[in-house]
């Protein structure tokens, strides 16, 4: 599949329309044409002449292949570096590294040259495109004004001149593609404006045959704007990615394409220049804005041996960065991709916008023709009168408000939410979010910081305990010898060497210490002498307290306790209120570690229940049983939370988890800690809400309209009103949601 960027799509119905006409090609069937993002796939056989005829027909042209956007994310991963330089591929306009053949790079290059011509041809911009819409919609318009002023006071031909340049300037495109539909009997929006606008000239209705002509042109350009603006939203994030970097190689400095850099390469990061991808500082001092990864507004300080994203804006120092993945792997690469592949789904809301405008515009024409039949046919009405309801029906029944009422909400809502360093990896999967009532959390690295700390220590042998204690662990990486070495260095304690230090599996380690053999680890290692009471009371009351526990002893007696635990997140309890705020009844935390540290946290953070011991399988099994009770989401960040995700009705991974948990999640928090949560909830509430509010307006007022028939009051110049303002008004609602208040 090629994607190409489609511009002058004048709005959604169009393009469900244009694409059902491009699956009808050879070799069509799975091309796809997204609104959202202007982007069209298209098997690599389909005849792009035949495409861009076809595009033609709506005003709408293609402008680049992805071949040309070779910095775009779709095309990041796995691509020729030499493709991925500057944002272009080669010289021709075609990447090489797609390997269909030399006469297809031929084909795309001579397609990518069209499409470059095409653009000229539209004068280079859909914004331009733009321009000239509005001058035509203002000439027009003038010269309508012109015509009122006139009419009465000229020849009548004279005054229905200028009518017909008013209405050609303005709908001459909408009405030859009506006209073409209605030959095909294929019935749309252009279809409807076409029967009303012929229908009202042929009554002598000329002055609101004009205006009809004129308020619609300004409805689609007005509709095509609100598309873009949300779409301009989510290429600012799109844009964040560098290009290049200074890459350091044998003291000399060089300028290279960030597609090019490797694991292992060191590059140069001046004051204001982005991080090129993911990495490790290995020389210099720095603080480091790392808004467009984690949506953390405040910069970090980094020294050497700091971590730092790719993307990340360095603010003043030079520092020197080691790179750890390839940019194609780096956590903006993923970010970006996982955005630009969220604008191409849809949610089910849409899908059933989608199939109900597809019945939905035959059904008008069936009522418009009922409203000019039956009157004059069975209760002797003025033909004239309900020929002009039933052309003023029409224009009402345009769908335009409804198509629009979801798509900018949904483009809006993920473009906030990436903007805060949440990716939803789609529509689907916003909706979903907006609608939870249950969460499940994993505890550590969620609740808790996942590093352990020395909650509590008794020391029998003051001058003894710390002392040995750091002998035996100073030269371990297991992440309780990491607590215990913290506690005896903020002691400061003399620190001897230990000598023969050797672990006892699944107990702790045994090692010598100035001529005399100690014990470290659970009650366990001590097998050579009975633990006294008042010990064995203490290491009971550190259990109750949910503690692990590991104690120091010599040949004949326990020098000291030490009870561990995992460090609570200071933010746990109130994200845990404030989620309460956003609709979550019920909160649950599902952990393999012991049940009384799994009460003990539950205890602190304001969790509901807390199942502990429970292995991966049993963590599916809790959230299977929990989602006949309600829409349930799950959070972790672990390789072991992977499975659980993938079972709750939504998994949300924390971005600096693992990338299996990443990559099975349908939310992500790019930061490390649950904080972004409740705005993310905030955010797609919001958008839901925004969704319904929008259906209810478009559908209210088409129907506070056709109840105008009943009399016979409606008109034509209210009828296009009442569908632009419908338009007008949905689009601006969703696009309030882009606007972030200051909390």
Known sequence: MIEYRVQGLSCGNCARTLEEEIRRLDHGKSATLSFASGKLKLDERVQLDRVRQILKSDRAYLVEAAADAAQSVSGMAGENSHAHSHGHSDEHGHNPSHGHGHSREHEASDANEHNRAEAHEHDHSHAHGNKRMIVQLAVSAAIYVAALVMDGRVPFFVAVSFYLIAAALSGYATFIKGARNLLRLKFNIDTLMTVALVGAVSIGEWKEATLVAILFGVNELLEGLGMEK???????????????????????????????????????????????????????????????????????????????????????GVIRVRIGKAYKDSSLARILHLVEEAQETKTPTELFIDRFAKYYTPLIMIVAALVVLVPPLLLDGDWTKWLYQGLAV???????????????????????????????????HLEQLGKLDTLAFDKTGTLTKGEPHVERMTAYDQERFLSVAGAIEKSSSHPLAKAIMKEVERAGAAIPEAADARA??????????????????????????????????????????????????????????????????????????????????????????????????????????????????????????????????????????????????????????????????????????????????????RVNRTIRFNIAVSLGLKLAALLLTLPGWLTLWFAILSDMGATVFVTLVSLTILIERKR
């Open 230 to 316: 949300a779409r301009r939203s989510m290429e600012r994030l799109l844009s964040v990615a560098p290009k290049q970097a200074t890459k350091l190689e044998d003291g000399a400095e060089t300028i290279v394409p960030i597609a090019a850099l490797q694991a292992g390469d060191t590059v140069v990061v001046k004051p204001g220049e982005k991080i090129p991808s993911d990495g490790a500082v290995v020389f210099g001092r720095s603080s480091v804005n790392e808004a467009a990864i984690t949506g953390e507004s405040l910069p970090l300080e980094k020294a050497e041996g700091d971590h730092v994203f790719g993307g990340s804006i360095n603010n003043e």
């Open 394 to 428: 029409l224009i009402v029944g345009c769908p335009c408000a409804l198509i629009l009422s979801s798509p900018i909400a949904i483009l809006s809502g993920i473009a906030r939410s990436a903007r805060n360093g949440i990716l939803v990896k789609g529509g689907v």
């Open 504 to 685: 006892v599996p699944g107990r702790g380690a045994v090692a010598e210490c100035e001529g005399e053999t100690y014990w470290l680890g659970n009650e366990n290692i001590v097998e050579h002498f009975d633990i006294p009471a008042p010990v064995r009371e203490e290491i009971d009351s550190y259990k109750q307290d949910g503690l692990t526990i590991v104690l120091v002893a010599d040949r004949a007696s326990v020098l000291g306790l030490f009870g561990i635990a995992d460090e609570i997140r200071e933010e746990s309890a109130s994200v845990l209120s404030a989620l309460r705020r956003q609709g979550i009844r019920r909160a649950v935390m599902l952990t393999g570690d012991h049940a009384k540290t799994a009460e003990k946290v539950a205890k602190a953070v304001g969790v509901d229940e807390a199942y502990g011991n429970l292995l991966p399988e049993e963590k599916v099994a809790k959230v299977k049983r929990l989602s006949e009770e309600g829409i349930v989401g799950m959070i972790g960040d672990g390789i072991n939370d992977a499975p659980a995700l993938a079972s709750a009705s939504l998994g949300i991974a924390m971005g600096k988890g693992t990338d299996s948990a990443i990559e099975t999640a349908d939310v992500v928090l790019m930061q490390d800690h649950l904080g972004k949560l409740p705005e993310a909830i905030r955010t797609a509430k």
